[in-house]
């Protein structure tokens, strides 16, 4: 059996793992499907104790010297423009980043893969090789793998993680299954270099907001907006897609006399999913491949990358020699976060944004004016959606 770790998938949660684990000497070996890396639309927004964390690898300052720093997000109501404000400043006594950061995934893989070349720590990445099953034994894991020119071999490793995603293969081989279900709407995510700040007074970076015609959100990066849109009510996803109903919904947000420039539009469905337990033997979940959610509120890749030091900070210590059932702490650990920190309040966020009757979305905002000008509900208010209480109630499990 060969000593060494592998992670399989090489986005951001398992960089980060091979990452964590070469600075600290375990020898690890990175497989991953796509034979580049993808520049699609993907998550964007960075919370504060995201942000403290990657200090440890020195890559929080280049992260935010290539983002959008958002001091500020906000519910809105459109057009009129009434609107509860939140500012993270009040976090200032419970994080070195009191803000959002705005910044494309790519941008954070692309700084991860030129650390990693610089790493002592041993660490390979092969791209374009694919995870088709596994076989556990009490000493290892051996990986079943199709390689790039179509020939099958078994990879062995003492630990196996899964950043592998949504479709998980280690998910399934692990036999490890989602529980919890989707729900019916699409969101429709585009992108656009149209100056929405320019028109729409007092918007933050990052802005939640409801319509007569629904609900859409709008997510401002260094170069570009990212605008979560829906079908409505008599479109399926295929016709929304379709760029004239794009264009119309853009329209209704600030109506202008010539036609957007769309960059990139994609559907994405909306899942609340986890799995029954993080560990399976000698293989590991993490990410996506453990729990999906909402993306309102910026929760999955953030939650992805708690699980990937949590993790991480065990298995070194496993290494070294301690017991593994120190890994079963980091199920423990994580999953009730992720079950009642990260999917409860993406649902939450989720069911707010979707509401339809105006009496109560004018309730609720409100609601969140009245706790975003009062300090102290504000801050308890931010710690959560910042995912900071979550990481609290981490660490007092043992």
């Known amino acids: 059996m060969v000593e060494r770790v592998i992670v399989v998938g090489a986005g951001p949660v398992g960089l980060t793992c091979a990452a964590l684990l070469a600075r600290a000497a375990v020898p690890v070996l990175v497989l991953e499907m ?14 504060p104790p995201t942000l403290d964390m990657l200090d440890e690898l020195g890559l929080a300052a280049p992260l935010v010297t290539a983002g959008l720093v958002s001091p500020t997000w906000q ?13 993270l400043a009040v976090l200032a006594g419970d994080t070195r980043h009191p803000y959002r950061l705005q910044c494309e995934q790519q941008v954070y893989c ?21 995870v088709t099953g596994l076989a556990q034994s009490g000493t290892g894991v051996g990986v079943q793998v199709r390689e790039a020119d179509g020939t099958s071999a078994v990879l062995d490793a003492a630990w196996v993680i899964g950043a592998d995603g949504a479709r998980s293969v280690v998910r399934q081989a692990a036999g490890l299954e989602f529980q919890g279900s989707t729900y019916p709407e699409t969101t429709i995510l ?67 006399a010539g036609r957007y420039p769309v960059l990139e539009a994609r559907p994405y469905r909306i899942h609340q999913r986890i799995v029954p337990g993080y560990r399976r033997g000698r293989v590991l979940l993490a990410g996506d491949a453990a729990h999906l959610n909402s993306p309102s509120g910026g929760m999955g890749m953030n939650g ?32 009730p976060v992720a079950e009642e920190q990260i999917l409860a309040q993406a649902h939450q966020n989720r069911t707010r944004m979707q509401e339809r009757d105006p009496e109560k979305r004018r309730a609720t905002l409100r609601e969140l004016q009245a706790v975003a000008v ?21 660490e007092a499990i043992t």
């Not at 708690?306 to 890994?327: Q, S, T």
């Not at 102290?376 to 981490?394: P, V």
């Open 110 to 130: 692309e700084l991860l893969e030129a650390r990693l070349t610089r790493l002592d720590g041993p660490c390979t990445l092969r791209r374009g090789v694919q």
């Open 34 to 47: 796509t034979a580049a890396r993808e520049n699609d639309l993907r998550a964007s927004t960075w919370h």
């Open 304 to 335: 992805g990358l708690h699980d990937a030091f949590n993790l991480c900070a065990k298995l070194v210590r496993v290494w070294r020699g301690e017991d593994a059932a120190l890994l079963d702490l980091y199920g423990r650990q994580r999953r």
């Open 374 to 394: 009062d300090p102290a509900r504000a801050r308890e208010y931010l710690l959560r959606s910042s995912m900071i209480t979550g990481l609290r109630q981490a």
């Open 190 to 256: 585009a992108t656009t270099t149209f100056p929405f700040e320019q028109h729409l007074d007092g918007l933050s970076n990052v802005n939640y907001c409801w319509s007569a015609d629904g609900t859409f959100s709008l997510l401002r990066l260094p170069r570009l907006w990212r605008v979560s849109l829906y079908a409505d009510d008599a479109e399926t996803v295929e016709q929304a897609l379709q760029p004239n109903a794009i264009e119309a919904k853009l329209q209704r947000i600030v109506p202008m």
């Open 75 to 87: 519910v809105r109501m459109h057009p009129s423009g009434e609107r509860a404000v939140f500012d």
